[in-house]
């Protein structure tokens, strides 16, 4: 049970530069995030997919896109790169169904540098 | 703890002394909070929660405390070792919604 993996682990790219940022997810949960990590600082949501079929923005969605291919995967999509898009990027997961909660399952994450 | 950008605040503690660390949330709508752990170069990992309709929540060595009046969490860390070290963040989730939303983080060091 892998729970939720992120490819790739590092990546570099110059600005300008498109790339797609992989999440999948064997829980079977509906949700699914993006947050990206700046040095020091906490978890920013950058759009979330409540279930299959359905996104939305969260707090920093500017420069991104993303698809929720399918209840498994969730991809993020950076279309021209900046240097302010040099961040970690995290994926997670959860379930929510009627009363029960359950909290964020998180990827190791994708190291991020745009020089 | 506030958020102060690239300079996290920090709690040293001695080993086998509790740790308290703190977290305002900015959202009386927000009905679930939960505690990560974050290790250096390794996704945050799930601590313990609490729902709005409870004041606090006992795990393992650790407890966290609600105060919705003063929206205020804090997690408690009994004996705390050097495997506690981290940093340590709450998220909070909006009231019908699905989505998290998280503090900027405390740094907690355990001096051997």
């Known amino acids: 049970n892998a729970g939720v993996t992120q490819t790739p682990k590092f990546q570099v790219l110059k600005t300008g530069q498109s790339m797609t940022l992989q999440c999948a997810q064997d829980m079977n949960h509906n949700s699914m995030y993006w947050y990206r990590q700046d040095p020091g600082m906490g978890l920013r949501l950058i759009y979330y997919s409540a279930s299959e079929g359905t996104t939305d923005k969260g707090e920093v969605p500017n420069g991104y896109n993303v698809s929720r291919l399918n209840k498994r995967e969730f991809s993020l999509r950076l279309e021209s790169a900046a240097p302010s898009q040099t961040s970690v990027y995290f994926c997670a997961s959860s379930e929510r169904t009627g009363g029960n909660n359950s909290p964020l399952h998180f990827g190791n994450g994708t190291r991020l540098t745009v020089t | 703890g506030e958020s102060v950008g690239l300079h996290l605040p920090t709690l040293s503690v001695q080993e086998g002394d509790n740790s308290i660390i703190n977290c305002a949330y900015s959202?009386?709508?927000?009905?679930?909070f939960i505690w990560y752990k974050q290790e250096s170069g390794k996704g945050p990992q799930f601590i313990i929660d609490i729902r709005s309709n409870m004041d606090k929540r006992q795990g393992q060595r650790v407890t966290v405390l609600l105060n919705k009046t003063v929206k205020h969490l804090s997690l408690q860390i009994a004996a705390t070792q050097p495997g506690d070290s981290a940093v340590y963040f709450c998220?909070?989730?909006?009231?019908?919604?699905?989505?998290?939303?998280f503090g900027s983080g405390t740094k907690l060091n355990v001096k051997p």
């Open positions: 998220a909070e989730r909006l009231y019908n919604f699905n989505k998290f939303y």
């Open positions: 959202n009386s709508a927000s009905d679930y």
